[in-house]
């Protein structure tokens, strides 16, 4: 008697708990996810000549715009709980006699460059208008008879001594802003910093070069 054969049926793989799964790992990054926030300028960067990159932490920068603005950022290092912004602006009240709110310094640790008078920072901190924040962003003054910006960059770092410096100027900078800025770090003793450019290297051909 011939054996009767159960009929084949293809293998069925339930997918519901994967995309259970999915939907709570993206909600998961989605409520913790902090958003890198927006630059003080549009800054666009030279064409590379080095593939070294600049370390993600433990980073100074001044950044200077095409018409010659600078601006200013320090990270909170590696460790967020040292909270390396709220203790430089600490620092900064400390030696321009302007005291800062738990929350004025809690707002500054979150936030990103900057680049104004020190009086105005705590308008700036306080502002809702984002129109009127951002006309407050002029620049670090440097200029002889009050040189924010050095203090700036001597006071970061006495607050983090482990951060690196990095220049990251606009391809159409005014040099002499540059070389003003870099006369400036030598003199606070910093003479090796990176300088930030695109990730596209222009390569110079033989037909390119004057004879």
């Known amino acids: 008697m ?3 054969k159960a009929p084949a049926r293809s293998p069925h793989i339930d997918m519901t708990p994967m995309v259970d799964l999915f939907s709570l790992l993206l909600t998961f990054f989605m409520l913790t996810a902090t958003f890198r926030p927006q630059e ?3 800054i ?3 064409s590379s000549v080095s593939e070294k990159q600049a370390p993600d932490n433990d980073l100074m920068t001044i950044f200077i715009s095409k018409d010659g603005k600078v601006f200013f950022n320090i990270d909170n ?3 967020t709980s040292t909270h390396f912004r709220m203790k430089l602006l ?3 009240g400390e030696q321009y006699k302007i005291t800062f709110t738990p929350k004025e310094l809690e707002k500054f640790g979150t936030m990103s460059s900057f680049g104004m008078p020190i009086k105005d920072i705590k308008s700036w901190l306080n502002e809702g208008d984002a129109k009127i924040r951002e006309k407050l ?3 670090i003054p440097m200029d002889s008879t009050d040189n924010q910006l050095a203090w700036w960059v001597r006071l970061a770092r006495l607050t983090n001594v482990s951060a690196e410096v990095a220049l990251k100027g606009d391809a159409e900078t005014n040099y002499t802003v540059v070389k003003k800025v870099m006369d400036l770090l030598q003199d606070n003793k910093v003479n090796k910093f990176n300088l930030v450019t695109n990730l596209s290297k222009d ?5 390119d070069v004057p004879k």
């Open 2 to 4: 011939p054996k009767i």
């Open 40 to 42: 003080a300028a549009p």
């Open 44 to 46: 666009t960067t030279p």
């Open 77 to 79: 290092g590696k460790d």
């Open 90 to 92: 600490e620092k900064i």
């Open 137 to 139: 962003q002029v620049g």
């Open 203 to 207: 390569e110079v051909l033989l037909k």
